[in-house]
């Protein structure tokens, strides 16, 4: 199983990797312009950054949205750095582009997903990763998680190789969730990471230790 975190701000990427859990990052263009990174130079800039960080598989997403433009923005992101993985939309162009990078061992995720009928495509183009958005589908009262399930359900059936990177997570149950659900990798914001952490017994039973301690310390 692999741990992603789901942002292009360097500070969370760093705080997650300090933790030694990190196997990647995942961006989009909406995470991009949060960070008000501009132009293709300063995007490119970013990404080599990310990419010297982490070590592991970093996304970086096209902008064009037809197969010329994928196929030219694609290759110059994947000739940056050995972990980037270029990000393509579910639609027909990006599925053609998919199976393009595949032909010449271009590792691709493929973005936007939201039907098993897309992540069968993409699987079928061979998509490195497929990205089933879960926290979308739950807000408009989709079952997100199910998806994850159900995708899991047909690569294993059939053998696809492609991996099911559940994405859009919105909070730490959302992780359990998508691991129970079998995906191969979760990509999730630092907070949801964090809330992993998170127990009541633990914060109690340390302050009891860390008390005893010092009680017979002082004696
Ligand atoms: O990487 C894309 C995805 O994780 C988007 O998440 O929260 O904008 O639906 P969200």
Redo the contacts with the bound molecule.
């Keep these: 199983m692999k741990f992603f975190i789901?942002t292009a701000n360097l500070d969370q990427i760093r705080e997650a990797h300090k933790l030694g859990v990190l196997d990647g990052v995942?961006?989009?263009p909406?995470?991009m312009a949060k960070e008000h990174i501009r132009g293709e130079e300063a995007c490119n800039r970013h990404y080599v950054e990310i990419c010297r960080m982490v070590g592991g598989d970093v996304?970086a997403e096209v902008i064009a949205t037809d197969f010329e433009g994928m196929i030219r923005e694609g290759e110059a992101l994947a000739a940056l750095d050995p972990h980037i993985v270029v990000k393509l939309p579910c639609t027909a162009d990006g599925i053609r582009a998919v199976r393009w990078f595949a032909d010449r061992g271009v590792r691709t995720n493929c973005?936007?997903v939201f039907s098993v009928g897309q992540a069968l495509l993409a699987a079928k183009a061979g998509a490195t990763y497929v990205?089933p958005?879960v926290?979308?589908l739950d807000?408009i009262s989709e079952d997100g998680v199910g998806l994850v399930a159900h995708i899991v359900r047909v690569y294993r059936t059939y053998g696809f190789k492609t991996q099911v990177l559940a994405?859009?997570?919105?909070h730490t149950h959302h992780i359990i969730q998508c691991l129970d659900a079998g995906a191969d990798v979760v990509?999730c914001?630092l907070q949801a990471i964090l809330g992993l952490l998170k127990h009541p017994l633990t914060e109690s039973g340390l302050a009891q230790f860390l008390a005893d301690h010092a009680r017979v310390n002082q004696e």
């Design positions: 789901d995942t961006t989009n909406s995470l996304s973005t936007l990205s958005f926290g979308r807000d994405a859009s997570i919105r990509t914001p």
